[in-house]
């Protein structure tokens, strides 16, 4: 079982008898709103790689992580949850045999639910119950490999999968009781399923797959960043046909958009990398219904990022203004947050989180109190992979 305590600055830990002992060291370095927690576990052989976080309507926060073990003759990682209260405490956890789950965590009335395969590589909804994490039921979403799960504004749940039949990327949209409405197949043209699968089992590059939606006056339709006509894109779709209206393209799979966030009309937030670099455009003028090289969207460097920077974009509303978060990490060990008014489009200053490991950004949330949650991973001496959570109250940002 997965042991919470609060650390800032100084991970002090131990190796002794081939067993990993930490000295737990606890500080008060936020107000009483908020706090910082990395959960450890003593086995050597379990990588814990945070994926998503929700906050619980009845109160604390349920995040998710791929597990692997390295002594498993399963390559894949398996599924762990664990339910924490408002002060970040772990109340419970529960471990599942689905494998490789996608990364967002879906609110489905008063059940969570996440995208995972099982060991054919078929894609499943399993739904659980927050108050304990027993499992209430499971569907099969008749597609393989999934990447990543976006639940819409309406309530449908898209998809994003890999079919190694036909080297597509597969898209699939579903209703609340998850029959399937609509689906799509974007042709790669080569075969990338030992990427896909190292991506998958967390041996390989750590592509940046995600699904959102956008609604301006070309129509209201979902991006979709996945592999396309041999590169990775950020694809325009129509929302009812899930037909490529647009797209924005780069070269291969050493460029591409780690972020994207619509901010108003036709012009759209991103972050993207070339060659390990990375770089933001605040405000992009992008038409939904063409193909654009992400070339000619030239955007200011973010040297202090780590290679191919994982960014997490969201839109915080507050009582007084809305903002735009860029979250990632940098090559010095922090978690950094750039905070952009969104009109006129201005940086208005950067948050900082420091620490002794590395560490990577994988989700941010609004919280109910106005502030974020920030779900990220930490490397214990280096080299074991442990989840973090960071609650940060309002007040910073206004």
Same mark, same amino acid.
């Given at each position: 079982?997965?042991?919470?305590?609060?650390?800032?600055? !100084?991970?002090?830990?131990?190796? !002794?008898?081939?067993?990993?002992?930490?000295?737990?060291?606890?500080?008060?370095?936020?107000?009483?709103?908020?706090?910082?927690?990395?959960?450890?576990?003593?086995?050597?052989?379990?990588? &814990?790689?945070?994926?998503?976080?929700?906050?619980?309507?009845?109160?604390?926060?349920?995040?998710?992580?791929?597990?692997?073990?390295?002594?498993? =003759?399963? =390559?894949?990682?398996?599924?762990?949850?664990?339910?924490?209260?408002?002060?970040?405490?772990?109340?419970?956890?529960?471990?599942?045999?689905?494998?490789?789950?996608?990364?967002?965590?879906?609110?489905?009335?008063?059940?969570?639910?996440?995208?995972?395969?099982?060991?054919?590589?078929?894609?499943?909804?399993?739904?659980?119950?927050?108050?304990?994490?027993?499992?209430?039921?499971? @569907?099969?979403?008749?597609?393989?490999?999934?990447?990543?799960?976006?639940?819409?504004?309406?309530?449908?749940?898209?998809?994003?999968?890999?079919?190694?039949?036909?080297?597509?990327?597969?898209?699939?949209?579903?209703?609340?009781?998850?029959?399937? =409405?609509?689906?799509?197949?974007? %042709?790669?043209?080569?075969?990338?399923?030992?990427?896909?699968? +190292? @991506?998958?089992?967390?041996?390989?590059?750590?592509? @940046?797959?995600?699904?959102?939606?956008?609604?301006?006056?070309?129509?209201?339709?979902?991006?979709?960043?996945?592999?396309?006509?041999? /590169?990775? +894109?950020?694809?325009?779709?129509?929302?009812?046909?899930?037909?490529? /209206?647009?797209?924005?393209?780069?070269?291969?799979?050493?460029?591409?958009?780690?972020?994207?966030?619509?901010?108003?009309?036709?012009?759209?937030?991103?972050?993207?990398?070339?060659?390990?670099?990375?770089?933001?455009?605040?405000?992009?003028?992008?038409?939904?219904?063409?193909?654009?090289?992400?070339?000619?969207? %030239?955007?200011?460097?973010?040297?202090?990022?780590?290679?191919? !920077? %994982?960014?997490?974009?969201?839109?915080?509303?507050?009582? /007084?203004?809305?903002?735009?978060? &860029?979250?990632?990490?940098?090559?010095?060990?922090?978690?950094?947050?750039?905070?952009?008014?969104?009109?006129?489009?201005?940086?208005? +200053? /950067? @948050?900082?989180?420091?620490?002794?490991?590395?560490?990577?950004?994988?989700?941010?949330?609004?919280?109910?109190?106005?502030?974020? !949650?920030?779900?990220?991973?930490?490397?214990?001496?280096?080299?074991?992979?442990?989840?973090?959570?960071?609650?940060? %109250?309002?007040?910073?940002?206004?």
């Amino acid at each position: 079982m997965l042991n919470a305590f609060i650390k800032h600055i !100084a991970i002090l830990c131990f190796l !002794a008898a081939g067993i990993l002992s930490c000295n737990i060291k606890q500080e008060e370095i936020l107000p009483e709103d908020g706090f910082t927690k990395i959960y450890n576990d003593p086995e050597e052989v379990l990588s &814990y790689y945070a994926e998503s976080v929700v906050e619980l309507s009845s109160g604390g926060y349920l995040f998710i992580s791929a597990v692997k073990d390295e002594n498993a =003759e399963i =390559e894949y990682p398996t599924t762990y949850l664990v339910r924490t209260s408002a002060s970040g405490e772990v109340e419970w956890t529960m471990s599942y045999d689905w494998l490789a789950p996608s990364s967002r965590l879906i609110e489905h009335g008063n059940s969570i639910g996440f995208v995972a395969m099982n060991q054919q590589f078929e894609a499943h909804v399993v739904l659980v119950d927050p108050s304990n994490g027993n499992v209430q039921s499971e @569907h099969d979403l008749e597609m393989t490999m999934p990447l990543y799960a976006y639940t819409d504004s309406d309530g449908y749940l898209v998809v994003l999968g890999y079919d190694f039949i036909s080297r597509s990327s597969w898209i699939s949209k579903f209703s609340a009781d998850f029959t399937l =409405e609509r689906s799509n197949k974007l %042709p790669i043209n080569t075969d990338l399923e030992y990427l896909i699968q +190292r @991506h998958l089992n967390k041996t390989g590059q750590d592509f @940046h797959f995600f699904v959102g939606e956008y609604s301006n006056e070309a129509g209201t339709g979902y991006y979709v960043n996945c592999f396309y006509n041999y /590169t990775l +894109r950020t694809v325009f779709m129509d929302v009812s046909s899930l037909s490529a /209206t647009g797209d924005i393209y780069s070269f291969q799979i050493e460029e591409g958009i780690s972020s994207f966030l619509p901010i108003s009309g036709q012009v759209f937030g991103l972050t993207s990398y070339y060659e390990g670099n990375n770089y933001i455009i605040p405000e992009a003028e992008i038409d939904v219904n063409s193909s654009q090289n992400i070339k000619d969207l %030239p955007g200011d460097p973010l040297y202090e990022l780590t290679f191919k !920077a %994982p960014v997490a974009a969201m839109e915080l509303n507050t009582e /007084t203004n809305d903002y735009a978060l &860029y979250t990632s990490q940098t090559n010095s060990n922090s978690i950094v947050m750039y905070q952009h008014q969104i009109e006129p489009d201005s940086l208005l +200053r /950067t @948050h900082h989180h420091y620490f002794d490991q590395r560490v990577m950004v994988t989700d941010v949330i609004q919280t109910s109190d106005g502030g974020v !949650a920030i779900l990220a991973g930490i490397y214990i001496l280096g080299k074991y992979p442990r989840p973090l959570l960071i609650k940060m %109250p309002v007040d910073p940002f206004i």
